[in-house]
């Protein structure tokens, strides 16, 4: 067991969240019981992942996507009153951590991802990294020998179990950049980056002219699937830190 003050507390100071800006609240969203048996983990805090956390008996669910987003309808109603009219009956907590969970080194979403590709991210040069000393959104690796597009696809597809859309430009791959979930915008830093290929979860129709002009074979793997990996992290590492409970569930979501 671990009371609900102290693991928020752990997380904010493990992820730095005071140091990251950004679009949502990062940390404990709704409060539920102070002591923590179960934690159910996942991507994104939909109606399915808190029916599937009840049926579960958590106490509460922790996900890189949560509430509260800026520029969102404030407005407690539909949707996210009947999935915070779940949370409140039963009961259960809602943390949630975003671009914090991205960045970090260690069980950041880009770190986790690299590792399900088999690959060694580049090391993050000082003037690379911010002022407080956290990584950039944007990581690379230099693989030893370089393959082709098509091979690459085929790589990623097989690693997440999902077809990967892949914009040919017809070049050997040897620098790889990536960014998950929603970052197609990033492939302008990318480019800038000279790699040979960029990797994300989503893409936007400018993207692909982006990637063509630019040379630059371009693939978007899924948010969801490119994001599953550091919250999942997250879970396990608090599980062998209070011996707790805590479970990872996938909502599968094609995006």
Request: proline share 4%; aromatic share 6%; net charge negative.
């Amino acid at each position: 067991m671990v009371l609900l003050t102290e693991l928020v507390s752990y997380i904010n100071q493990l992820l730095q969240i005071d140091k990251i800006s950004d679009y949502c609240p990062n940390g404990l969203q709704l409060e539920g019981g102070e002591q923590l048996k179960r934690i159910v983990t996942g991507v994104t805090a939909s109606q399915q992942l808190i029916d599937a956390a009840i049926d579960y008996k958590a106490d509460a669910i922790l996900v890189h996507h949560g509430y509260f987003w800026k520029n969102e309808d404030p407005r407690i109603v539909g949707i996210k009153k009947r999935r915070i009219a779940s949370l409140l009956n039963n009961n259960i907590s809602l943390l949630a951590y975003h671009l914090p969970l991205d960045l970090h080194p260690e069980i950041g979403n880009n770190v986790q991802l690299a590792k399900q590709f088999g690959w060694q991210p580049d090391k993050v040069l000082l003037a690379d990294a911010s002022p407080n000393g956290i990584p950039p959104l944007v990581r690379t690796t230099t693989l030893e020998k370089a393959i082709t597009g098509a091979d690459l696809a085929a790589h990623i597809s097989a690693c997440l179990q999902r077809e990967t859309l892949h914009i040919d430009v017809d070049k050997p791959i040897k620098r790889i950049a990536w960014c998950t979930g929603a970052a197609q915008s990033e492939i302008t830093q990318a480019i800038a980056m000279g790699v040979d290929a960029f990797i994300t979860g989503e893409a936007s129709e400018p993207t692909v002219h982006e990637a063509r002009e630019s040379g630059v074979h371009f693939y978007a793997a899924g948010h969801h699937a490119t994001e599953r990996y550091g919250v999942k992290a997250l879970g396990e590492a608090l599980a062998q830190k209070w011996q707790i409970d805590c479970h990872f569930i996938d909502c599968d979501n094609p995006v």
